[in-house]
């Protein structure tokens, strides 16, 4: 299946100058500048009888303060704004959360993971690490000078912010009204603890943040915090439920533009991280066993700098952790005090060849 060209692409997308798209009756689609590779997060504002709601709020960035200003005095009708909804804790999500609810006095609604996660990172990690921290890095092979150099350049950061002191919860199932459409809350998970996404079935149309992006794939993670998850399970336990929702279902994104293709879309992330495992299995198979690491720079041969490592190093586990989840990889602590990672001798390697991870993922889902 050549899942790219099922993506229809139905609206021309907005500047990020403060310029807004009407996407649906009721529905503006508006951009926020991000000075960094990805160069935008989408954000969306929804029609209440009495005002708007607003979805994701951007960097906390002055020139992101200012296209707010501008949108609020320009495309709102002369409506006040009465609510923030956070989709999840990233900061390019919810970096002006505190901001955007003091300005206009409006609540914040986010899910309680999300948002307490969001808390707990909201200090920078101290200077030396934490033992767990060392730890982590240690077990997975990176050298220190590395693991120095990225920690550096995350205390540098310059877009961390606190949060609001108080939020509404947001629930899995729970339905939220506004204006004529009922949306119902549908959480997705391993990109982010209790992702937000927001489905009005009446009109198929997903406010899908980062857990449906019609072109890259969302970082999945492992991190010190939680070593020993397997958040790649949780990602396709996502898209199954993704899946779910109507095959012609308008798709509005947290990045790039939006589409149409729903279905298309997860059926290619599958066939993605598909591509990874079976990397990961070559290099395993020619090579011997490897830590994570050395599976990170076979995975990822082009990183631009320390921030690529920690996203990188933290894909690189989830995959290795998927497999060892699925009897595919054993892993061993040697005496240096690295884990290493190694093909199951007790699969053959045509039982390998037979065992597709779509079917290991539908059966996750279905207990």
């Known amino acids: 299946m050549n899942a790219k060209a099922e993506l229809v692409y139905p609206f021309t997308p907005p500047a990020s100058d403060g310029s807004v798209v009407e996407v649906a009756p009721g529905i503006l689609w508006a951009r926020m500048p991000m000075p960094m590779a990805l160069d935008h997060i989408n954000v969306y504002l929804?029609?209440?009888?009495?005002?708007?709601?607003?979805?994701?709020?951007?960097?906390?960035t002055d020139i992101c303060r200012e296209r707010w200003e501008h949108i609020a005095a320009t495309h709102l009708q002369g409506l006040p704004i009465l609510g923030l909804i956070c989709t999840h804790m990233h900061y390019d999500h919810a970096g002006l959360a505190s901001?955007?609810?003091?300005?206009?006095?409006?609540?914040?609604?986010?899910?309680?993971?999300?948002?307490?996660?969001?808390?707990?990172?909201?200090?920078?990690?101290?200077?030396?690490?934490?033992?767990?921290?060392?730890?982590?890095?240690?077990?997975?092979?990176?050298?220190?000078?590395?693991?120095?150099?990225?920690?550096r350049a995350m205390r540098k950061d310059p877009f961390m912010a606190p949060l609001p002191r108080s939020f509404s919860r947001l629930r899995g199932g729970d339905s939220i009204t506004i204006g004529h459409r009922v949306w119902q809350v549908v959480i997705g998970e391993g990109h982010s603890p209790e992702h937000a996404c927001l489905y009005c079935a009446q009109d198929q149309i997903l406010i899908a943040g980062d857990q449906l992006l019609p072109r890259i794939s969302s970082n999945v993670l492992v991190t010190g915090i939680e070593p020993e998850a397997n958040p790649l399970q949780l990602w396709f336990n996502s898209l199954n439920t993704l899946d779910q929702l109507a095959p012609d279902t308008l798709v509005l994104p947290?990045?790039?533009?939006?589409?149409?293709?729903?279905?298309?879309?997860?059926?290619?992330?599958?066939?993605?991280?598909?591509?990874?495992?079976?990397?990961?299995r070559a290099h395993l198979e020619?090579?011997?066993?490897?830590?994570?690491?050395?599976?990170?720079?076979?995975?990822?041969?082009?990183?631009?700098?320390?921030?690529?490592?920690?996203?990188?190093?933290?894909?690189?586990?989830?995959?290795?952790?998927?497999?060892?989840?699925?009897?595919?990889?054993?892993?061993?602590?040697?005496?240096?005090?690295?884990?290493?990672?190694?093909?199951?001798?007790?699969?053959?390697?045509?039982?390998?060849?037979?065992?597709?991870?779509?079917?290991?993922?539908?059966?996750?889902?279905?207990?």
């Open 254 to 280: 947290s990045h790039e533009r939006v589409f149409r293709g729903l279905h298309a879309r997860t059926q290619e992330l599958r066939q993605h991280h598909e591509k990874q495992f079976s990397m990961l």
């Open 99 to 151: 901001w955007l609810c003091e300005r206009f006095d409006i609540a914040l609604y986010m899910t309680h993971g999300e948002y307490f996660m969001q808390r707990a990172l909201s200090q920078p990690e101290p200077d030396p690490l934490s033992q767990a921290q060392a730890l982590f890095y240690l077990r997975a092979g990176m050298p220190q000078e590395r693991t120095d150099a990225m920690w």
């Open 286 to 367: 020619k090579k011997g066993a490897c830590t994570a690491f050395q599976a990170m720079l076979w995975l990822f041969p082009r990183l631009r700098g320390p921030v690529d490592d920690m996203l990188a190093l933290g894909e690189s586990i989830a995959h290795l952790s998927w497999m060892r989840h699925e009897g595919l990889l054993q892993r061993v602590l040697d005496d240096d005090g690295e884990y290493r990672f190694s093909l199951t001798k007790t699969l053959t390697p045509q039982k390998l060849d037979h065992l597709n991870f779509q079917q290991a993922s539908i059966r996750h889902a279905r207990h």
């Open 46 to 60: 929804l029609r209440n009888a009495d005002g708007w709601l607003l979805v994701d709020t951007g960097l906390n």
